[in-house]
């Protein structure tokens, strides 16, 4: 019955196992994670560069250049 409702929503069923399979299926994505470690972290890193960069440029050059708080600017 699962099958049929799962093949009448546009998807394709695939058959695991009995219910003892269970904590094994659902430890799949978890294993996808420890891969995720490099891109996170490249990620992370040029997020926190452009925005060092973004702040230098646009509010502490103009601050410390012409006087002009553009701390507005900061978030």
């Known amino acids: 019955a699962v099958s049929e409702m799962v093949q009448a929503m546009g998807f ?3 058959d695991m196992g009995s219910l003892v399979s269970a904590r094994e299926v659902e430890a799949m994505p ?3 994670l420890p891969g995720w470690k490099v891109p996170a972290l490249l990620a992370l ?12 440029r646009d ?9 002009k708080s553009k701390f507005y600017k900061l978030p």
């Open 59 to 67: 509010v502490l050059q103009p601050y410390v250049r012409d006087g």
């Open 12 to 14: 394709m069923p695939v």
């Open 45 to 56: 890193g040029l997020f926190i560069f452009f925005y060092i960069y973004n702040f230098v």
């Open 30 to 32: 978890l294993r996808l």
